[in-house]
C-alpha cells in the first residue's frame, strides 16, 4: 500500500480508535476505558512494523474540570501496560487539555502534539507517517503534516479526504 518499513511512525488517536469513545462525556478512569473489538491486538501487530507508536488525542474533559491530568495519566498508563502485556508497545502518549475555544496549537488539527513528539523523536518523519483517527478534525491534522491519513469510520462516505477508509484498527493490521 505505501510501503510501511521500520522507518515509519504511527499516530492513533484515542478515542473511537483504540477505545470506545463515550457519547458527550470523558473516558476519566480505567473502568470507563474499553478497549475496542482486536485494537489491542492490531497494536501489537503494528508494533512489529513501526520504528514509533504515538497516541495523540484531544483532551478537554480537563479543561472543562471533568477530570484532572492525574486521573487522565492513570487511564494512560493502563492502556499502555494492558498493551505490553500482549507484546505490544506505545512510544509515547501526547495529549492537549485545552478546550477548543482556546484555538491552542496543542489541539488537533493543529499540529503540536506531533511536533512534541518529533522533538522527543527526532527520526520521526512526517512523510513517513500515518495518522490513524475517526474525526475530521484527526484526518486534517495528519493532512497539515504531510501523512498518510487513515479514516476509521462505518460509513466511508464523508468529506474529511482521508486517503484510506477503514472500519476499525485491526482492518489496517490485517492489510499491512
Excluded at 35 to 46: C, N
Amino acid at each position: 500500500m505505501w510501503d510501511i518499513d521500520s522507518s515509519w511512525t504511527l499516530f492513533l488517536d484515542r478515542d473511537g480508535v483504540i477505545n470506545h469513545r463515550i457519547i458527550d462525556d470523558y473516558v476519566k478512569t480505567i473502568e470507563e476505558f474499553i478497549f475496542l473489538d482486536e485494537a489491542p491486538e492490531a497494536i501489537v501487530h503494528f508494533s512489529k512494523i513501526f520504528k514509533r507508536i504515538v497516541v495523540v488525542t484531544n483532551q478537554q474533559g480537563i479543561g472543562k474540570g471533568l477530570m484532572t491530568e492525574s486521573n487522565l495519566s492513570t487511564v494512560h498508563t493502563y492502556m499502555v501496560q494492558e498493551i505490553e502485556k500482549l507484546g505490544g508497545r506505545i512510544d509515547a502518549v501526547y495529549f492537549a487539555p485545552q478546550l477548543a475555544k482556546e484555538n491552542s496549537l496543542m489541539r488537533k488539527p493543529e499540529g503540536g502534539m506531533a511536533l512534541k513528539a518529533k522533538s522527543e523523536f527526532p527520526e520521526i518523519d512526517f512523510s513517513k507517517s500515518v495518522m490513524v483517527g475517526d474525526s475530521d478534525s484527526d484526518i486534517e491534522f495528519g493532512k497539515r503534516l504531510g501523512m498518510k491519513t487513515v479514516k476509521i469510520s462505518p460509513t466511508k462516505m464523508d468529506d474529511s479526504k482521508a486517503d484510506l477508509y477503514i472500519e476499525h484498527l485491526n482492518q489496517l493490521a490485517k492489510s499491512l
